[in-house]
């Protein structure tokens, strides 16, 4: 047990300075908005299914962008309660 522990904890460990490296040269980049980043996006309902989906970054800045508004709005969202307010509600 001890044995696996060690190991697992080593393992953990490795890693690291690779994501140093990496988070590195991308922040050397962030400065050009016309550089294309692709990712890829897991299809709902699958285990296998992954699309690759490129854009500008740019076009991802403001893809994230309208993501976190619609959730801000819908966050924001507060049903109608009995005798009081909420968005939308007729008082």
Known sequence: MRGFII?????????????????????????????IICEKVEIIGSRLAVKKTCHTAAEWADIRRQQRMQTDRIQGFKPCQVGGGGLGCAQ
């Open 7 to 35: 190991a697992a904890l080593s393992l953990s460990l490795t890693p690291a300075p690779a994501l140093a490296e990496k988070k590195a040269d991308q922040s050397a980049d962030m400065g050009d908005s016309s550089r």
